[in-house]
């Protein structure tokens, strides 16, 4: 067991080479609280990790009843023994003496402490209200990506089936939508192609738009295993910034923001020009490629160049490594999910696996990653703005079938339109026709872009606002009922990876005063709106997470997500598993399109498709004369300039980010004290030259504004190309005087004050990366003074 | 004039407006954010269609003047701008967005209509030019369709039912 003194300085730890198709080796990490040692520990409980994506399977150690460490699993197939810093550290803020204990609601203005049975009431006296004045359009749900299975699934039940209403997204619409969207365009139907192994396998491992040594620092241990091992694979990188990941690239591509879609549009043109295309796979298992070749006919490096400011010859040679591959894997995430033309660039990815015919083998896979710990199961629920089990919302025999599961009429469910976005749901809400928004482990007052809107929305008299979480967010202090809820090591349930793991997450430890698993608060809320079925029976029928888990396993039968091959038992008894797992494969299934393409048939598709560019749905009638066969679609897109671009006012582009040592909006990672002491304060990032140019030095306090609002930050001078100035996203304002906003008359600390509203028209995913910034000083540094995270970010 | 020129004279006219028509209703609906961006990226079609079509027309004797050179509402004062942006927050803007989406609807499937004229007169007399121009352009205009249909069915439903 290592026990490593300092994994804030050193995120991934000691390496542990190999060679292609070697297995990765096992190293075990753990971190216990200071002066606990091993054998103390009374109980190990398995779980998984819930700060980030990667899955990594880890048991926590319980001793008197408290959580006093964790230890990475070396048995399990995502991380062998390994954990991140957010993990070794992150544990801690469970016990973090402002815990929720309580229920709270509002009273004359002010937010007071009362009891479930008033706070629950209330939130059921509004809900029948406004069912009954306004319909179930009048409510809304904003779900995360941070709960388990088991409760995605019921609040899935519960909001389109109990109440009926089409108004429940999660904010994985800001971390995975285009992920999901992506594979839908694609394949006719979400599910990860790749699994983490091909790593092992792959000679040439492509990285868009993804920080993966920040993002997910265990899979990134993989890589660097890799490369530290014989014969190592030839990384290629995607980034405006000298990351970790750049730094160890043998291409290095760092171009404007809002360009990616140009940039792959040329590396798809240099690759067909070349001829490294396999025509065979193209004409076995895909339709559409003609009108590719033709799209991309005109994007040559030289064109691209322009647009991307990057080197022509440097798009050649990152050509000439993607198209030389033997075996390709390639990994997507937010450079390309929150930026301009989303979905569009994403799809392209999944191209240069069809035309190079890479997919389905050992190092052949595609990873459309996600940002947080159970998006997967958001999507596969119905949470997020799908139906349940991957369902087609324009296919009758789909809604039909779901009602079957359900045993309500087909009517019942909306199916009229798409689940409704996030973004769309705030929309409403400040029209007001969404009376009431239920907000559960998320923080929209610090997440969502242009948060001086966001705040107006949630502040509004005639809009109930329910918060449900561990702490007082910013959204919660806002709310008009926040219902104390447990976490991760405090309750039961599954949650599902990047690469389709299935790991069970058991409770460890009681939940603090009268704080509740987000299962229980649904469960309660149905029984007291009294959903019913067809046969007027309880809708909702199940208790606890394990019965809840076997209602979703007959929901997922016979889907791409189908768990009925598990059980709490199986997952008990070894580790994680891969679905699709049933009778067939009852060890799970590490890749899917193994043998062609599998789920993109008319009758079983989840999607008929959009258009790239405008977002409008493809009809059924179309779909069928497309794609008569079911096979994958090759669907080209051309690029469009951003929709904001910079100007004499605000010369700069504004992207924002992720960092190592946090996530989503520090309401953890920030009660932790390594993790904090790490990166306590917003930064923002330029280029030396960029600065220089703006007048400015490392150090200096600035203001970073838009056309919508202004956060102050110290200048890092850092690894960044020109013209970008680079914000992390994670920080607000609970930890400040004002609560939940920036002080009066001054700017703000929370990246999303001046980002803008706008969203990828096909995945409604909202876009980070697009904004035009200027940078001012506000004071120069002090003499001496110096930053204190430097693991983390891009380098000069 | 023939039934040709003339044609192509009322698909250029119509291209100018469908522009104009897209970027007011990008301008008065900045509150809809999707409706504000994608409008303002599809008017650039449009935009191209009517400079295309004036090209093409020099070959059959027509002096289109393509695209008009500032075809945006008239730039907002800023005061404007607050008021359309406040004005946007009340639901009543809502039944004003759909029937907006309505007549650019129907702009773009009088467009379209056009083409598809020209195109067969294009095949009826073996006019590569003309056919080629059609080929390029029309499916652009089916594609403003396909959104402006697209984001009414996605819209309406909350629209006229929980406003």
Not at chain 1, 64 to 81: F, K, L, M, S
Not at chain 1, 141 to 154: A, D, V
Not at chain 2, 104 to 120: G, I, K, V
Request: charged fraction near 25%.
């Amino acid at each position: 067991m290592v026990d490593e003194a300092d994994r804030i300085k050193n995120p991934w730890g000691a390496r542990t080479p190999y060679g292609p198709g070697a297995p990765w080796p096992t190293r075990t990490d753990a971190h216990l609280a200071p002066g606990v040692a091993a054998h103390e520990v009374e109980r190990w409980v398995p779980s998984a990790s819930l700060l980030h994506s990667n899955g990594d399977a880890m048991d926590i150690a319980v001793r008197q009843g408290r959580i006093v460490g964790v230890r990475g699993r070396a048995t399990d197939r995502v991380n062998r023994g390994r954990l991140g810093p957010k993990d070794l550290y992150g544990w801690q803020a469970n016990a973090s003496p402002d815990r929720l204990t309580r229920p709270l609601v509002r009273e004359g203005g002010r937010l007071v402490e009362s009891d479930w049975d008033t706070a629950m009431g209330r939130i059921v006296a509004r809900s029948k209200d406004l069912l009954e004045r306004h319909g179930p359009g009048s409510i809304g749900f904003y779900t995360t990506g941070q709960l388990f299975l088991e409760e995605y699934y019921t609040l899935a039940v519960l909001a389109r089936a109990g109440i009926g209403t089409n108004h429940l997204d999660g904010n994985t619409r800001l971390c995975t939508a285009t992920a999901a969207e992506a594979l839908k365009q694609t394949f006719g139907c979400d599910g990860q192609p790749g699994s983490y192994e091909d790593i092992d396998h792959a000679d040439v491992i492509a990285l868009f738009g993804h920080n993966m040594a920040e993002t997910q620092t265990v899979l990134w241990t993989r890589v660097l295993d890799r490369l530290a091992g014989a014969e190592p694979p030839r990384p290629v990188c995607v980034d405006p910034r000298h990351t970790p990941v750049a730094r160890q690239a043998a291409v290095h591509l760092a171009p404007r923001a809002g360009t990616n879609l140009a940039l792959l549009n040329a590396l798809l043109h240099e690759i067909i020009r070349t001829d490294r295309i396999d025509r065979d796979y193209l004409d076995a298992h895909t339709v559409g490629f003609a009108e590719l070749a033709a799209g991309v006919e005109r994007c040559t490096p030289q064109w691209a160049a322009r647009i991307c400011d990057v080197p022509a010859a440097s798009i050649e040679h990152a050509a000439e490594l993607i198209g030389g591959a033997e075996r390709l894997l390639s990994t997507v995430l937010q450079g390309v999910y929150q930026s301009h033309q989303a979905t569009a660039a994403a799809v392209q990815v999944n191209n240069l696996h069809l035309v190079r015919g890479m997919l389905g083998g050992p190092g052949c896979g595609v990873l459309q990653m996600n940002g947080q710990p159970s998006a997967q199961n958001t999507r596969e629920c119905g949470a997020d703005g799908d139906l349940p089990g991957f369902r087609n919302w324009q296919n009758d025999q789909h809604v039909a079938d779901l009602a079957r599961v359900w045993n309500v009429t087909p009517e019942r469910i909306p199916h009229y339109a798409p689940p409704t976005h996030a973004m769309q749901i705030f929309r409403y809400a400040e029209q007001g026709s969404i009376g009431m928004l239920w907000i559960t482990g998320t923080n929209p007052a610090v997440s969502l872009p242009e948060l001086s809107r966001i705040r107006s929305v949630l502040a509004k008299e005639e809009l109930f606002v329910v918060a449900q979480d561990l702490f007082a967010t910013e959204t919660a202090q806002l709310a008009d009922v926040v219902l104390p809820a447990a976490t991760w090591g405090e309750k039961t349930g599954v949650l599902t990876n990047a690469d389709r793991t299935v790991h069970l997450s058991e409770k460890a430890v009681e939940p603090p005063g009268e704080a509740r698993p987000d299962l229980d608060i649904f469960l309660d809320y149905a029984a007291r709106m009294d959903f019913r079925d067809k046969d007027g029976d309880p809708l909702i029928a199940w208790h606890d997470p394990e019965s809840a888990f076997r209602a979703w396993q007959r929901c997922s039968a016979g889907r791409p997500c189908d768990y009925t091959g598990l059980s709490y038992d199986r997952l008990r008894e070894g580790s994680g598993i891969q679905w699709p797992c049933t009778e067939r494969a009852p060890d799970g299934t590490a890749r899917l399109y193994t043998d062609g393409i599998t789920w993109a048939d008319p009758d079983t598709c989840e999607s008929y498709g959009k258009d790239l560019v405008t977002g409008a749905s493809v009809e059924e009638v179309e779909y069928r004369s497309l794609n008569p066969h079911g096979r994958a679609v090759v669907k080209a897109a051309e690029y469009l300039p951003p929709h904001e671009d910079t100007s004499a006012d605000f010369p700069l582009q504004l992207i924002t980010g992720r960092t190592v040592h946090h996530f989503h909006t520090r309401t953890k990672t920030g009660r932790v004290p390594e993790l904090n002491a790490a990166a306590p304060d917003v930064w923002a990032e330029l280029s030396p030259n960029e600065a220089a140019r703006q007048g400015l030095s490392d150090g200096d306090l600035v203001q970073v504004g838009t056309p919508r609002g202004a956060v102050r930050a110290r200048l890092r001078t850092t690894g960044i190309r020109d013209g970008i100035v680079f914000l992390p996203f994670h920080y607000g304002y609970w930890d400040t005087p004002a609560g939940h906003r920036p002080p009066d008359h001054s700017a703000g600390r929370a990246a999303n004050e001046g980002t803008v509203t706008d969203w990828d028209p096909v995945s409604k995913q909202p876009l980070f990366k697009t904004a035009a910034a200027r940078v001012t000083l506000v004071a120069r540094r002090d003499t001496g003074a110096r930053n204190t995270s430097e693991t983390a970010g891009s380098r000069t | 004039m023939t039934g040709i020129t003339a044609t192509l004279r009322v698909l250029h006219d119509g291209e100018r407006t469908l522009e104009r028509d897209l970027l007011t209703a990008a301008a008065r609906h900045r509150t809809d954010h999707e409706i504000h961006h994608v409008a303002t990226d599809l008017s650039r079609w449009s935009r191209e269609h009517a400079t295309r079509l004036a090209d093409v027309g020099r070959h059959y004797d027509l002096d289109l003047p393509g695209p008009q050179s500032d075809a945006s509402p008239g730039a907002l004062t800023a005061l404007k701008e607050k008021a359309a942006e406040a004005l946007g927050r009340r639901p009543e803007t809502g039944l004003l967005l759909l029937y907006d989406l309505r007549e650019l609807h129907l702009a773009a499937t009088r467009n379209s209509l056009h083409w598809e004229m020209l195109a067969q007169a294009a095949q009826a007399t073996s006019d590569d030019r003309l056919l080629g121009l059609a080929g390029a352009c029309h499916p652009q205009t089916l594609r403003q369709m396909r959104w402006t249909n697209t984001m009414i069915k996605e819209l309406s439903p909350q629209l006229l039912v929980s406003a």
